[in-house]
């Protein structure tokens, strides 16, 4: 048997360490000059590039670690790059279908007034050893006032609920600006970003329980509501907190205290099952003592299984910033985003 789980260990071993075949793809919907290319927006509040399609990368390799994606590389062909503090980062998400998001980095911050367009080229590099890199693709990611959006008067609500009771207005969410919320396109709702909570918020901001609430089932509800107008667009959240307290004098308690007493009385007068012991007792000590060694080597099998996957994946998942001057090949200008996303389907949604 140990020979059998050290051929296992052994072979594990070597088809993570396997041939790379191929090296990742990155493909998206819109394509410029024969190359792939993406259109990103975010606002100066925000921290994550949204993406339609997102940022993804895939390996025909089906068998070790060269099927993952550890990690972008992202490419400037402007040799000033180095004196100048790049705002971006790519972070991989999901190895095994290469999702990653660009985002800001936590030392870094953009601003619309400053500068506006940020292009650049990106590569995919996979876990395999060595390792592959894909073909580059191109980014292309607009910055957009914060200005833009509704604010809120308060950026997080508390209230207090008692709970059976049928459904009633519960608070109401006001923006600060009822001018700039009026330019926001008026606001054609608002949306709950939580699933699956009993509530709903009407279309004057007010918030209702759509059933009654149950103070054993939840004690309370903290979720995120954002303002949208007839566009699609999305305001930054504010979130609201809702407690639920019990009715006064409720019979929930005493039922509870009734059942524990209930079944302590029932330990007590002798109905718990008494542990038989019988002539084959040593037969069933023998079985469970195989039985735990066999698990504990499965165990052992499998943390060292893990260990040696963890780290193979254990390569740094954020980006590394090169010179490449063939990174922005594509002649790009600051009119590029606003001249080609029309033409292909519709622009990603900040959200």
């Known amino acids: ?33 024969g190359k792939p290319v993406f259109f990103g927006l975010i606002r100066e509040n925000e921290t994550v590039v949204h993406f339609d399609p997102p940022l993804t990368a895939h390996d025909k390799d089906d068998i070790g670690f060269g099927q993952f994606v550890c990690a972008y590389h992202i490419h400037r062909s402007d040799p000033r790059f180095r004196k100048t503090i790049f705002p971006f980062e790519i972070v991989v998400v999901d190895k095994l279908i290469g999702l990653a998001v660009i985002r800001v980095k936590t030392d ?43 604010s809120f008067v308060k950026e997080t609500y508390l209230a207090y609920v008692e709970e059976g009771h049928s459904p009633e207005a519960i608070l109401t969410i006001l923006p600060s600006d009822v001018e700039r919320a009026v330019s926001f396109n008026s606001t ?6 939580t699933p699956h909570v009993p509530f709903i918020v009407t279309l004057q901001g007010v918030l209702y329980n ?15 509501v954002v303002a949208k107008n007839c566009r699609g667009d999305h305001s930054k959240p504010i979130f609201v907190k809702v407690v639920v307290t019990a009715k006064r004098n409720s019979s929930h308690a005493a039922a509870s205290t009734a059942m524990e007493s209930g079944l302590m009385d029932h330990y007590l007068l002798g109905d718990a099952p008494e542990l038989a012991h019988d002539s084959n007792s040593h037969k069933v000590k023998l079985m469970m003592t195989v039985t735990v060694v066999t698990l504990g080597t499965i165990a052992v099998v499998v943390i060292v299984l893990l260990i040696i996957f963890k780290n193979r994946l254990s390569r740094s998942n954020y980006s590394d910033v090169y010179y490449d001057e063939e990174a922005s090949d594509l002649e790009w200008d600051n009119s590029t985003f606003d001249l080609l996303a029309p033409y292909y389907a519709k622009r990603p949604r900040i959200v």
């Open 1 to 33: 048997m140990l020979r059998l789980l050290l051929l296992c260990i052994a072979a594990s071993c070597c088809t993570g360490y396997g041939i790379n075949r191929f090296k990742p793809v990155i493909w998206s919907k819109y394509s410029f000059q």
């Open 108 to 150: 870094a911050a953009v601003s619309a007034k400053n500068k506006t367009y940020y292009k650049f080229a990106v590569s995919a590099r996979d876990c395999g050893s060595p390792a592959r890199v894909s073909d580059k693709a191109h980014v292309l990611i607009k910055v957009v006032s914060a200005n833009d959006s509704v």
């Open 210 to 224: 759509t059933e009654p609430l149950n103070h054993l089932l939840a004690k309370e509800y903290f979720f995120g």
């Open 188 to 193: 054609c709702g608002y949306e709950i970003l």
